[in-house]
Nanobody, 124 residues
Framework: QVQLVESGGGLVQTGGSLRLSCAAS????????MAWFRQAPEKEREFVAA????????SYADSVKGRFTISRDNAKNTVYLQMNNLKPEDTAVYYC?????????????????WGQGTQVTVSS
């Protein structure tokens, strides 16, 4: 069992930055691929970024490439999402996810555990 707790969301102006954190419980964090998804009001959940259990592979949605960076610290059981040059369309609830069913980074079905989410609001 893995429990995930996101933090770091908030209100920021266009062009600003935020860093989201996702703290995981359990001793097997280093065995899990980790990802961030987001869901805006009245929209489907969408993939944002993922990082493999080893940290050696990452994947990003086209909409965030060059602006967002995912990283992990296995010693701290934490995954991060550094978000720069934020845009109003980045406004959403951001969810952290963990899974070890294989490396299909954008497929939500491969993630077994989800956090409660943290709100990110970008004002224009």
């Amino acid at each position: 069992q893995v429990q995930l707790v996101e933090s770091g969301g908030g209100l920021v102006q266009t062009g600003g930055s935020l860093r989201l954190s996702c703290a995981a419980s359990g001793r097997t964090f280093s065995m899990y691929n980790m990802a961030w998804f987001r869901q805006a009001p009245e929209k489907e959940r969408e993939f944002v970024a993922a990082i493999r259990w080893s940290g050696r592979s990452t994947s990003y949605a086209d909409s965030v490439k060059g602006r967002f960076t995912i990283s992990r610290d296995n010693a701290k059981n934490t995954v991060y999402l550094q978000m720069n040059n934020l845009k109003p369309e980045d406004t959403a609830v951001y969810y952290c996810a963990a899974g070890n069913s294989g490396w299909l980074p954008s497929d939500g079905a491969t993630y077994d555990y989800w956090g409660q989410g943290t709100q990110v609001t970008v004002s224009s």
